[in-house]
């Protein structure tokens, strides 16, 4: 069965022209023309990744990010004219798993659906390891299922995030480097990947800790990278 992949853009021809690319390599295409559309047919179809442009009349990009996350954590890649750092950043935090800036290199955009569906459909794949459960603290994350919980509730995770928990849960107290978090859960190599990786570490942050601003887990060791950090159970 083919992967299904939502193109969302006002602009008619840039969908068009989207969508002739990903059928040629093999997957099914939808189309929208804006955030209500995009919404409705994520509620009827099987959608498993979303290009979602960002300045689009009756609801933009970045409103359905948010409210499409409310519901899904499938992969959105947010395409927008704007390539500055705080536009990515926002998309990022709005709930974006990428960005790709217009003019977009069609090799770079077919690169980057790739990589988020393989992520996406096949969640396995780092550092595989029997299937148990790894206790940290508040935290217990099952490597089978890749499910964390916290607190006995499970986390809702993005693909992405999920990535980055599973590499820093089967690692506790090993310091990862923002190059190396993107290369091994993004699975390409990255130019200046800080930006990228520091939002989702926020945002995975914000869904596990009970102060987000003073982190009992996820820690930044400045000037190295990020780490989960090994905490006593308590009994």
């Not at 059928?23 to 099987?46: I, K, M, N, T």
């Not at 933009?60 to 750092?85: M, T, W």
Request: charge should be negative; hydrophobic fraction near 40%; proline fraction near 4%.
């Amino acid at each position: 069965m083919k992967e299904c992949v939502l193109v969302v853009d006002d602009d008619r021809e840039i969908v068009g022209a989207i969508a002739l690319l990903l059928e040629d390599e093999g997957y099914r295409v939808l189309r929208a023309y804006d955030g209500l559309e995009a919404l409705d047919l994520v509620a009827r179809e099987s959608v498993q990744l979303i290009l979602m442009d960002v300045m689009m009349p009756r609801l933009d990009g970045l409103s359905a990010v948010l409210r499409l996350r409310e519901q899904r954590n499938l992969p959105i890649i947010v395409l927008s004219a704007k390539s500055e750092d705080t536009d990515k950043v926002l998309g990022l935090s709005m709930g974006a798993d990428d960005y790709i800036a217009k003019p977009y290199n069609p090799l770079e955009l077919v690169a980057r659906v790739r990589s988020q569906l393989r992520r996406y459909t096949r969640l396995g794949g780092i550092d595989a390891l029997p299937a148990d459960e790894i206790v940290n603290g508040r935290l217990r994350y099952n490597k089978a299922e890749r499910v964390l919980r916290a607190d006995g509730e499970p986390v809702r995770l993005t693909a992405t995030e999920t990535g980055i928990v599973d590499l820093l849960m089967r690692n506790l107290g090993r310091v990862f480097p923002a190059e190396e978090i993107y290369r091994r859960v993004w699975q390409e190599d990255a130019f200046a990947p800080e930006n990228t990786v520091m939002v989702h570490i926020r945002r995975i942050r914000e869904k596990i800790e009970l102060n987000p601003k003073e982190p009992d887990y996820l820690k930044v060791v400045w000037g190295i990278g990020y780490k989960i950090e090994k905490v006593e159970s308590h009994s």
